[in-house]
């Protein structure tokens, strides 16, 4: 190590004072992480001098005026703590982090040592994270499942989850900075309550309408529901409905108090936006769902310099008014400013509202639109953790090559991280990641706790730890993360889907059956949940129901595989001589899954072991999917498991 210094800004060390801060190895000592909050604010405040026993003792750990450290020893059993708890963070959990917090002994103003460079410290983008600069091509992509492992997709993209919204007059406005009204009234009379004897607080944010004139920017809006959605859900003691839910009642017109129903919300926030010159009003009210009661309404004026503060302005007085309706003291984790640069935040805005439609062609151009968010603001931490998360969805549907987009998905989520410790999402990726590219089963499950500690709102962390859950057959584990997921994001159909496929993994052909069809009911074209259903039909020996559903999911090598024909080697080996040359790396999978069908082992293992070389994802799948059941007593099936940390 360097002698200790000053650290390089007072981001970087409060960057690291979070990351340690949120440790796993802080997570039950919330005094001695509230203690080196104050000895490094107030070092950073350039107050260090001033920092001793009694100011420590009043200050951070809650002692009253009249603490007398000669007759206490508090302070300095807490400092012995903290100085045990630093070197554990950093010898373990924190040892890669490029920035040393120490506290020497018998003193109380800590140190920073620099272990790397101040450049690998974020404050220049990776370029090797980002993609060309130049725009990809513009095409109509069909649309995939949502980032989960496309274990039974084999390649073919599914219908995009949820009922297609009729395009509406509903128009955007490109907003850029924020400055709140005066205007903000409380419109209620009455003392309404939100929440329902022994119902959990819990909101849905609905889209908000955009009524500018123009349709060119629907991002916009969307966005701003989206900042809203996430910032609330940093709220402790809110469940708040996730987006893919909030979403499906885009333009509808069905009453607040039946959405809240349908949702299990206690309480809805709407709004609107409109342009007026170079300003944007947001009008945003706060429902009660019990009864419809307005309980809150506030108008936003918006200039382009300050759209991030009128998200965290709008965000605060809901969950103030919620406080003060129910007595209810629900705290919020205070919201990094984002990013200073309105067109900086404009491409975040639009490439998410990209990675939302889950077409292969609009992930590919959000992974662009990040890169240019992050050329102009290299500290965008959301912007990192979104490029994370497209590079997760393009590993799992097979839309890159086998081991290329992992990779870029971990360390996208690790700048993140490093440049926002409070962030619970990028976890999430680097989790799934871990587990599917390299089998890191406990490294995967350290990921997702402290995804989902950090950001217990988030359904998908619930929905991707889930899979992992299932690929080691924990079966009733996964289903409890998978009903947590749905509390969180009810209407969600992939939620839905995860629940049905858990069930068929499991043998459990009734219950898998019952939710693949509750799933048919909600939406008939959603076309693999027809495959799954001719899925279970041929594994609980009921070929002609089988055949029925295969034949609604268009799917003919299904139902090939499923014919009990003497020729039906001939025809498979005749399909199989056409398959692009290219799938032999995008579904080596399903490949072997053709040969287990024909009987060859021996080809079977081939494709299985070409699989486990290039990392190809689908395979994690093998331990618990019945149509490698035929393998499992062979000697090479147990190497495999082994070699994967699955056994």
Known sequence: ???????????????????????????????????????????????????????????????????????????????????????????????????????????????????????????????????????????????????????????????????????????????????????????TTQASSIASAGKPLSIVVLPFLNLSGTDSEEYVSDGITEEITAMLARSSDLRVVARTSAFRYKATTKDVRTIASEVSANAVLEGSVRKSNDKYRVTAQLISATDGVHLWASTFDIDKTDLFKAYDDIAHSVTSEINRQLHANITRVPTRLATRDPQAHALFLEARFNWNKRTPDAIKRSVTLYGQALRRDSAYALAYAGLADAYATMAVNSITKAGESPPKAIAAAERAIQLDPTLGEPHAAIGLMRAFQYYDWTGADAEFAQAIRLSPNYSTAHAW??????????????????????????????????????????????????????????????????????????????????????????????????DTAANKHVVLRTLMKTFPAEWADQAPVWMASLEVTLGDMDAAFKWINHAHQIRQLDLVSIKVDPVFDGIRRDARYTALLRTMKLN
């Open 1 to 187: 190590m360097t002698r200790p210094q000053l650290p390089p800004s007072d981001d970087v060390a409060r960057a690291c004072l979070e990351r340690v801060a949120v440790s796993r190895v802080f997570a039950g000592s919330p005094k001695l992480a509230a203690f080196l909050r104050f000895v490094v604010e107030e070092t950073l405040a350039g107050r260090g001098n001033s920092v001793k026993e009694y100011s420590v003792g009043v200050g951070a750990l809650g002692k009253p005026t009249g603490f007398d450290p000669a007759n206490d020893s508090t302070v300095r059993v807490a400092a012995r703590q903290l100085r045990f708890k630093l070197s554990e963070y950093f010898a373990e959990e924190g040892r890669d982090d490029a920035l040393v917090i120490e506290l020497p002994k018998g003193a109380y103003v800590p140190q920073f040592t620099l272990r790397k460079s101040s450049s690998q410290l974020g404050s220049a983008s990776d370029e090797s994270l980002l993609p060309e600069a130049a725009e990809p091509k513009s095409a109509a992509g069909t649309a995939i499942v949502p980032a989960r492992a496309s274990w039974t997709r084999f390649l073919k993209p599914a219908l995009i989850l949820g009922t297609a919204v009729a395009a509406t007059a509903l128009v955007t406005a490109k907003l850029a900075g924020s400055k709140q009204n005066a205007a903000e009234t409380s419109v």
């Open 465 to 562: 730890y889930s899979i992992t859950l299932l690929a080691r057959g924990r079966f009733d584990e996964a289903m409890r993360e998978l009903e947590l997921a749905q509390q969180l994001d009810p209407l969600s159909l992939a939620h839905a889907y995860g629940v049905a496929e858990n069930r068929f993994y499991a043998r459990q052909w009734d219950q898998a059956e019952a939710k693949a069809k509750r799933i048919l009911e909600l939406d008939s074209t959603f076309l693999e949940a027809y495959k799954l259903l001719g899925k279970i039909y041929a594994f609980s020996n009921r070929p002609v129901q089988a055949r029925a559903a295969f034949l609604k999911a268009k799917d003919t090598l299904m139902l090939v595989q499923l």
